[in-house]
T-cell receptor, first 112, second 113 residues
Framework: QQQVKQSPQSLIVQKGGISIINCAYE??????FPWYQQFPGKGPALLIA?????SEKKEGRFTISFNKSAKQFSLHIMDSQPGDSATYFCAANPDSWGKLQFGAGTQVVVTP | EAQVTQNPRYLITVTGKKLTVTCSQN?????MSWYRQDPGLGLRQIYYSMNVEVTDKGDVPEGYKVSRKEKRNFPLILESPSPNQTSLYFC????????????FGPGTRLTVL
């Protein structure tokens, strides 16, 4: 079963709007939470990542919010643009050599 | 340019016909992985390698083999493909013990008839 649960499965947002994707996990050994962005026909690429010692990380229009007690984290895309249309994967990595555990992915479509 | 390359990009084959998908990275990374991507399931790790001649199973290894004879190459072998292995496959590499930043190849879309 998936160790990282991601929602929603798909999302349509108007240009200029806010896209919000949520992820939840159970394994408290996870201590690194990256988000990957995948455009059609391409491999995923690291977008932004956070460690549990901070509650928020912002890079440009992309922000990760992290709630350690609830074991949840989310990606906010502010002022969404058509170029942000992609599939977004959250992931988690345990505190040792380990395998990234990916969520199921969210397809984001930003309409003009 | 730092990159992970995969070949072929597209492959249609029939049940039972052995195939190999090649993967190569030019970043001198020690760690490499293979993933499959299926709708609603995200990316699931098939195998990973920590160095030359060192490999281990990921979450979904059944029906796959790998080898790591050179640091830069990590081929994925399907000795007897079945239709349930129809999927999008990605090779990835990263430096260091932690899989913090993985660099993915462009993907191989495999269809097994």
């Amino acid at each position: 079963q998936q160790q990282v649960k991601q929602s929603p499965q798909s999302l349509i947002v108007q240009k200029g709007g806010i896209s919000i994707i949520n992820c939840a996990y159970e394994n408290t050994a996870f201590d690194y939470f990256p988000w990957y962005q995948q455009f059609p026909g391409k491999g995923p690429a690291l977008l932004i990542a956070i460690r549990p010692d901070v509650s928020e990380k912002k890079e440009g229009r992309f922000t990760i919010s992290f709630n350690k007690s609830a074991k949840q984290f989310s990606l906010h895309i502010m002022d969404s643009q058509p170029g942000d249309s992609a599939t977004y994967f959250c992931a988690a990595n345990p505190d040792s050599w380990g395998k990234l555990q990916f969520g199921a992915g969210t397809q984001v479509v930003v309409t003009p | 340019e730092a990159q992970v390359t995969q070949n072929p990009r597209y492959l249609i084959t029939v049940t039972g016909k052995k195939l190999t998908v090649t993967c190569s990275q030019n970043m001198n990374h020690e760690y490499m992985s293979w993933y499959r991507q299926d709708p609603g399931l995200g990316l699931r790790q098939i195998y990973y390698s920590m160095n030359v001649e060192v490999t281990d199973k990921g979450d979904v290894p059944e029906g796959y083999k790998v080898s790591r004879k050179e640091k830069r190459n990590f081929p994925l072998i399907l000795e007897s493909p079945s239709p349930n292995q129809t999927s999008l496959y990605f090779c990835a590499s990263h430096a260091g013990v932690r899989a913090d930043t993985q660099y993915f190849g462009p993907g191989t879309r495999l269809t097994v008839l």
